[in-house]
């Protein structure tokens, strides 16, 4: 089974700072997708970045980076300029072939003014 | 973007009766949807996947005549817990995925329901 691991419960980090959070993850498949997820209070689940493990290139959307070290099984995410509106919880998850995701416990990320 | 709404959005009922939580895929066809359980400041995990037209799919562990699931058109699918206990006291949010043709990759989320069974 595949497991999902974010080793830090709680970041904080003060604005237009960077800040890094770590994912790793376990899995025999070749083929499969990598998500950040973020929640904000709201509860909301809003979708930060994706990257498909066959490629090899690291996703970007703005100020979201991932880096992606496929041998590693590493999958973090960086937060660049950090802004009050980044404060949530954000959780990484895995998917196999378009089958159900398999998240991460979480890490709350709370930016500071 | 696609849209995934979920309703209600709060719901308080008493201990012993049933309460019916609707997701609605609002701009485009989900033939499969997913539902899941979030306690405070927990990840979400899943309970079950809703197929358009078949039986769900439960997680182990997840009783499937207490999580009643009904995914009986393209857009709407539904969760009943009955004989609620204040331990089924959660959020609960659902999530649906395009159909393969138009990329079945992409999860979208429901805005979830507080449920709070007194």
């Known amino acids: 089974a595949q497991t999902v691991t974010q080793s830090q419960p709680e970041m904080s980090v003060q604005e237009a700072e960077t800040v890094t959070l770590s994912c790793t993850y376990d899995t025999s498949e070749s083929n499969y997708y990598l998500f950040w997820y973020k929640q904000p209070p709201s509860r909301q689940m809003i979708l930060v970045i994706r990257?498909?493990?066959?490629?090899?290139q690291n996703a970007t959307e703005n100020r979201f980076s991932v880096n992606f070290q496929k041998a590693a099984k590493s999958f973090s995410l960086k937060i660049s300029d950090s802004q009050l509106g980044d404060t949530a919880m954000y959780f990484c998850?895995?998917?196999?072939?378009?089958?159900?995701?398999?998240f991460g416990a979480g890490t709350i990320l709370r930016v500071k003014s | 973007g696609a849209v995934v709404s979920q309703h209600p959005s709060w719901v308080i009922c008493k201990s012993g009766t049933s309460v019916k939580i609707e997701c609605r895929s609002l701009?485009?066809?989900?033939?499969?949807m997913f539902w899941y359980r979030q306690f405070p400041k927990q990840s979400l995990m899943l309970m079950a996947t809703?197929?358009?037209?078949?039986?769900?799919?439960?997680e182990q562990g997840v009783e499937k005549d207490k999580f009643l699931i009904n995914h009986a058109s393209l857009t709407l699918s539904t969760l009943t817990v009955t004989s609620a206990h204040p331990e089924d006291s959660s959020f609960y949010i659902c999530s649906a995925r395009v159909n393969p043709g138009q990329g079945a990759l992409e999860q979208f989320f429901g805005p979830g329901t507080r449920l709070t069974v007194l």
């Open positions: 990257q498909e493990a066959y490629k090899q």
């Open positions: 998850a895995f998917m196999r072939n378009g089958n159900k995701l398999v």
């Open positions: 809703s197929n358009e037209g078949s039986k769900a799919t439960y």
């Open positions: 701009d485009f066809q989900a033939t499969t």
